[in-house]
């Protein structure tokens, strides 16, 4: 059998190994360790490639900035950071049409600037905003709806878990992957903010028919301060980076020591639940670290196998434009979402297409933010849209199914695919900041 077969086979099983219920790292680690072993006929070498891809995939310096970034975020949704952003965006937007809900869409946006993870938005605002709006008069269908769709923002606005990812998979700058986030992010919280307006004027059926103001009136002192400590923190963060102040890795740092200054400044942070950030963080790193570790595995037997040059002969040979073959690779990636949740797809389909898209000239920091708004549509599509299953299990009420859920998401998903087709369109969106 020939290397390129081998490779071929590696890949359907870890396919058909993920379909059947095994976890995402355990099937690549697996696939490429088997695979790497027939191709070199020696099981001591394959154990030595893959227990140096292992210390390679995490040994560096700059892989501090998931678990810091991470432990920020943490403390920021635990010292009530994400409370104060929901009655700040919701007194500047209460007298709009629809308001409560852009209000929302708001809050996920200011959130999404300090925390970077979706899923953490989507407890937060699931507790925080549903209630309220039901209450209001929004039906459950679109209360639901509005949380899973603007807890995408998350994952874009910077700073992003996804973005780091990116940039460690592809050597890229986490900063300028930054940078570039911002322009996308906030056109697609704009577009959510629009569409939310655009859907209770003409569509109150699907938003509620009889929907009161919020009562959440702040005087200016209220305003500040519950929106100065989250503003500062941003500022901190993201202004420390693009000033060339401190790197991405110093930036988590500081962050986090502003965020847990704040939060024991304001007595909502306490002993307690400081532990339970720091086990929480321990959690989400130490699954980070083994999805990276199998994503370096994967990447050195797909280099092993010819693979992805092989792939790269046939996207050549078919003549396919940069446009074309970024267009399938979009429909590719959002077909992945419908089964994988984000990181899986970013791992498996990231080490596959890069050495695809380099030869052909595509900007990989444009290519980055492309790769995150497509794997982002997946979390809200059946059946394993992630950020679903995250707001049933925050919410507990019967009353709201998980089909609710998704036909509630799904308009946001429509708008998804608009702000998608704009940075695709005009790249300039994300590469405007940098210059290019």
């Excluded at 878990?161 to 050597?171: A, K, P, S, V, W």
């Excluded at 299990?393 to 709201?400: F, H, N, Q, R, V």
Aim: contains cysteine.
């Amino acid at each position: 059998m020939t290397d390129f077969a081998v490779g071929v086979v590696a890949l359907g099983s870890m396919g058909v190994l993920i379909l059947f219920g095994l976890y995402v790292p355990i099937a690549l680690i697996l696939c490429s360790f088997v695979g790497v072993w027939v191709m070199m006929d020696s099981v001591v070498l394959a154990s030595r490639m893959l227990g140096l891809a292992a210390n390679d995939a995490i040994s560096g310096y700059f892989f501090g900035v998931v678990p810091l970034f991470v432990l920020m975020g943490f403390v920021v949704s635990q010292s009530g950071m994400g409370r104060d952003a929901f009655d700040v965006a919701n007194a500047m937007f209460r007298r709009i049409r629809g308001g409560l809900g852009v209000g929302t869409i708001g809050a996920n946006t200011i959130f999404a600037a300090i925390t970077g993870i979706s899923i953490a938005s989507a407890a937060v605002f699931t507790r925080l905003a549903v209630p309220e709006m039901r209450r209001h008069g929004y039906t459950p269908r679109f209360a639901v709806g509005v949380v899973a769709g603007s807890s995408v923002l998350g994952m874009l606005i910077p700073p992003s878990l996804l973005l780091i990812l990116f940039g460690l998979l592809t050597e890229q700058s986490v900063g300028d992957l930054f940078l570039a986030g911002i322009g996308p992010g906030l056109l697609l919280a704009l577009l959510f903010g629009i569409g939310t307006v655009l859907m209770a004027t003409f569509l109150p059926g699907f938003v509620g028919r009889n929907l009161s103001e919020g009562e959440n009136d702040l005087g200016a002192r209220d305003l500040l301060l519950k929106g100065g400590p989250i503003t500062l923190l941003i500022l901190l963060v993201l202004g420390g980076i693009y000033g060339g102040v401190f790197s991405p890795v110093e930036a988590g740092a500081i962050g986090t020591l502003g965020a847990l200054a704040i939060g024991f400044a304001r007595g909502t942070l306490t002993l307690s639940g400081l532990w339970e950030v720091l086990v929480e963080t321990g959690l989400v790193t130490a699954s980070v670290c083994f999805l990276i570790i199998a994503a370096q595995m994967y990447s050195r037997m797909l280099a092993f196998s010819g693979v992805p040059g092989a792939f790269g002969g046939m996207v050549a040979a078919a003549d396919l434009t940069a446009i074309a073959f970024i267009l399938l690779y979009v429909l590719i990636v959002i077909l992945f979402g419908m089964i994988l949740d984000s990181s899986s797809i970013m791992l498996i389909v990231v080490p596959l297409m890069l050495p695809i898209v380099q030869p052909m000239g595509i900007d990989l920091i444009w290519f980055g933010i492309v790769t995150v708004i497509a794997v982002e549509i997946g979390l809200l599509t059946p059946p394993f849209g992630i950020s679903v299953y995250v707001i049933k299990s925050t919410l507990d009420d019967a009353e709201i199914s998980l089909t609710d859920i998704f036909l509630g998401a799904a308009p946001f998903a429509l708008m998804m695919l608009v702000c998608l087709g704009a940075v695709i369109a005009v790249p300039e969106i994300a590469t405007g900041l940098l210059g290019r």
